[in-house]
């Protein structure tokens, strides 16, 4: 069989085929002023929020803290360099600009009872301690 070129086939229709079954669609629901919505790997950090202690939660609002908890992962696993302000054997202190009087400790044996950190003034102890990353703590100036 031969086909004709397209430019004399003249004029063409496209007919409308009947749908099988029909469909009832519901659009979503709108979200009311009130409603909070988290995003699930955003849980983790509001659940180390809670474990701060109450002096620190005075000072950092919820919001803060998921940045700062961000910002204290990307140090420990190197994707990210903050400002270093101590170093020692076993472990670096680097600045904490969520928290005045406060520093971010990165461990590398967090089974030792006494680290050594060369900074210039006095450090005090270490009062918080990430229960998933123990490598990273929160210490306050002396």
Not at 29 to 43: E, G, I, M, R, Y
Not at 45 to 69: G, H, R, V
Not at 109 to 131: E, H, I, M, S
Request: net charge positive; hydrophobic share 35%; proline share 5%.
């Amino acid at each position: 069989m031969k086909i004709q070129p397209v430019n004399l086939l003249g004029r063409f229709v496209v007919q409308k085929q009947k749908k099988s079954s029909e469909r009832i669609e519901r659009p979503f629901p709108q979200l009311s002023k009130d409603t909070v919505s988290f995003n699930a790997s955003l849980v983790g950090y509001i659940k180390k929020y809670n474990t701060l202690p109450d002096d620190i939660k005075k000072i950092l609002s919820p919001k803060d803290a998921i940045d700062m908890f961000m910002n204290m992962e990307f140090l420990q696993k190197g994707k990210m360099q903050g400002r270093k302000i101590g170093q020692g054997s076993y472990g670096r202190v680097y600045a904490n600009p969520w928290l005045k009087g406060y520093h971010t400790l990165i461990v590398q044996d967090p089974n030792k009872t006494t680290q050594v950190v060369y900074f210039r003034c006095n450090l005090g102890d270490a009062v918080w301690q990430d229960g998933d990353n123990q490598l990273i703590q929160i210490i306050k100036d002396g």
